[in-house]
């Protein structure tokens, strides 16, 4: 599976983007799509991710209600709209896919095989 994201940028704190992730290939072994952020310094990071079959979704904490993810599965993309967006927020975004099927959705990198090249989010205060 390859995955192509886009739709980073700058942006002023209180603004919002949407990224996308187009995924080509084995795409109908893909259980889970999806995001995760790695900043400077810091470990790759859970933002949230969805089930290809059903759409059900987790987010973490500290996204719940800023960030929607959805997917598209007739065009293999999914998507992460991110609103309200903080300084704190700013990150490279990585989009990824799962081809292993778990009991609930799964967050860590690890459980995710195929990554995208990352988008450069910037969030200026």
């Known amino acids: 599976v390859q995955l192509q994201a886009s739709g980073g940028g700058l942006v002023q704190a209180g603004g919002s983007l949407r990224l996308s992730c187009a995924a080509s290939?084995?795409?109908?072994?893909?259980?889970?799509m999806g995001w995760f952020r790695q900043a400077p310094g810091k470990e790759r990071e859970f933002v949230s991710a969805?089930?290809?079959?059903?759409?059900?979704?987790v987010y973490a904490d500290s996204m719940k209600g800023r960030f929607t993810i959805s997917r598209d599965n007739a065009q293999n993309m999914v998507y992460l709209q991110m609103n309200s967006l903080k300084p704190e927020d700013t990150a490279v975004y990585y989009c990824a896919v799962s081809l292993t099927y778990y009991s609930s959705i799964p967050g860590r990198p690890y459980q995710y095989k195929y990554w995208g090249q990352g988008t450069q989010v910037t969030v200026s205060s």
């Open positions: 969805i089930r290809r079959s059903g759409g059900d979704t």
């Open positions: 290939g084995r795409t109908f072994s893909v259980y889970y």
